[in-house]
Every structure is written in C-alpha cells, then in structure tokens.
C-alpha cells in the first residue's frame, strides 16, 4: 500500500484466466490538504478532492505472490464539482464478470445542471494489456424527462442507440456498425466521465 494512502474498495477473479483468483483495488489518498473544509455556496462540506488509483494485480500460482499489473490514476475521476455526487460508488462501482471486470461511474448534481447519466466500462486482459470490450451510457434529462442510451460491444462491432421518456415504456433503437479502429485500452480512455467514444 502506498504510503498516505488507504484501500476503498477490493474485488478478487481470474482476470487473466489462469485459475488463480487476480485483485482489483481502489485506492484513495488520504491526504488532508486535499480536504476542502469550507467554501462559499451550495455543495458537500467538508468536500473530498483527494484522487484515486485503480490497480490490478495478478497472482502467481506458484509463489502466490501478487504482481501489480496496471496502476491507473484518470480512469476514475478525481471530484471537482462540490454539488456534484461521488461519480464512484465503493458499492457498486468495481465489479468482476466474466473473463474481466467493469468500472461504473455516475453523475449527478443537486444544483446547476438537469443531466445524470451512468457510464459502464468492460474491460478484459487481452494481449498482455486491459482491453475495452464494452460501453454502455444511460442519460436522463431530469427537466425534459427525456432518455438516451448508448451501448457498444467492441467484441463484435455493433451499436446500439435508443431514446425514450421517463414517462414511457417504450423507445426507439437503431443499431449501426462501428467501424474499424484502433483497439482501445483501459489506459487510453483517459478520463472516465468525459469519455466520448468514436462511432
């Protein structure tokens, strides 16, 4: 563990397929100076700027040691907006599926904007790095009530769009092929919550 800094969240499965359980970490610096205690206008105080790492380790079936394999300091936001919610959830935001894991990052404000969305990031070891698989964004317009999702399998190229109503069942989807590109990383997403991927 790094010093000054403390585990928030932990999540154990075969990343790598190997039959060994690998360790997914959140880690969250404790550093006070990042604590904002008071500040004019609305917002969360005291208010929590301290960063995060997500680090992925895999473990050695002989050994039993832990290797660290990735230590990610973007993909997970640092928070910047007091009236803003945590986009990370320690309950819900790292979870292990199949032959990878997910990353889940939400937005909400309680003043100064009507958008929420959630934004759900699939990654599986592939070719020595952490490959995006998939990406699924839902956004709720909280004055119109107006609905759109985005969902996008990078397995096998297909998009699919939709948009509805908070006060409707039913909505519209049309789906397109992604065209052909460069594979993405978890690194190269860069920032979380402004990602906007290529269609």
Known sequence: MPLGWTLEVQSSGDLNRDGNPDLILVLRQNNPANVI?????????????????LAIAFRDGLSGRFDLQLENHTLIPG???????D????????AVVRDGFQVRLNWFMIAGGWETFNTTYT??????????????????????GDMTSLSI???????????????????????????QGPVLTLEGVGDGLSFEPAL
């Open 153 to 179: 399998n990078y397995l096998t190229r297909k998009v699919k769009k939709a948009t509805g109503h908070i006060s409707r069942d039913a909505e519209k989807t049309r789906w397109q092929t992604l065209p």
């Open 123 to 144: 990654f599986r070891h592939r070719s020595g790095g952490f490959e995006l698989i998939g990406y699924d964004r839902k956004e709720t317009h909280r004055g119109s």
């Open 87 to 94: 986009p990370f959830d320690k309950e819900r935001g790292i």
């Open 37 to 53: 205690e008071d500040f004019e206008g609305l917002g969360e105080k005291p208010f929590d700027t301290n960063p995060r790492i």
């Open 79 to 85: 928070r910047t907006e007091p009236v803003a919610d």
